[in-house]
């Protein structure tokens, strides 16, 4: 499996767990747990969830439709003890279920084992997070936002890391080394480089064996659109290789990263505007 592959969060844990089972994913109070660990915990918490009823959500146009897990079957979770949630795309959450089963999760004073019925009112997300920000309950940079209360900075050793990735991959215009190249050049600190990269928003992955800078990227964006400012009507590869001094190795695939976020459009063997 490949990061391209991912179609929800559960399909990270095994994935680095694959790569590299036995390095330490995260540390806490003085304890260590290793991607595989990690792995086979999230396994153990989601069977559990599964034996204890816990339905699946598939969402679509908004709405969630629960269903059976794999071994789980429909008179497991249809009881009278289940509880169900309704909503519609821009519409009020309600849930209904018995009201002791409620009351333990905190959502009503009622008790007995009669239902009872509670909404959730709808509320403007983007209004919701300015509220936040304004109480200084989250900070907000850039895309990215962290809790007010818990201020972050990287890893020492893995900034150090990154910054020389950064290095690398400024050092000859747009013809970056291939992703195998670098990782081989910072050994073991590349994973801590890669990751914090990504997480940070400094890194950006072309294709699975190409990695630019976020930098680098900025200046492709306006290369190409100084290009169509400039009179041209449509961009080959021949030109993006004259304007940028990369090689069709380079090239093509930095134009179809361009098709993907929409700088460009490709018709035939040319790209437009986008």
Sequence with gaps: MTEADWKTIADIPPHFAQLQGAKTAFSFE??????????????????????????KAVIASGAATLSTNTNQTAAAISGGGAITLRSSTGADLSISGKADALKALGLTTATGSGNANLNANR????????????????????ERV??????????????????????????????????????????AGAADAAGLGFF?????????????????????????????NGGHAALTVADFRGI???????????????????????????????
């Excluded at 153990?44 to 599964?50: E, F, K, R």
């Excluded at 509320?123 to 850039?142: C, F, K, P, R, Y």
């Excluded at 940070?200 to 290009?227: C, P």
């Design 30 to 55: 003085g304890r260590d747990t290793t991607f595989q660990a990690f792995d086979d915990h999230t396994n153990q918490v989601a069977n559990a969830l599964i034996a204890s009823g816990v339905k």
């Design 123 to 142: 509320v403007s997300q983007s209004g919701n997070l300015a509220s936040l920000i304004s109480d200084g309950e989250v900070v907000q940079t850039g």
């Design 146 to 187: 962290r809790p007010g209360a818990m201020p972050w900075e990287p890893p020492a050793a893995a900034l150090a890391a990154l910054q020389k990735l950064e290095g690398m991959l400024e050092a000859d215009g747009f013809q970056v080394p291939e992703n195998a190249a670098w990782q081989k050049a910072l050994g």
């Design 200 to 228: 940070l928003g400094r890194l950006v992955r072309v294709n699975a064996e190409l990695t630019y800078t976020v930098g680098q990227m900025s200046r492709l964006q306006k290369l190409i659109a100084d290009w169509f």
């Design 244 to 274: 940028s001094g990369a090689s069709r190795k380079y090239g093509v695939p930095l134009l179809e990263h361009c098709d993907r976020v929409g700088w460009t459009v490709r018709v035939g063997d040319e790209r437009r505007k986008g």
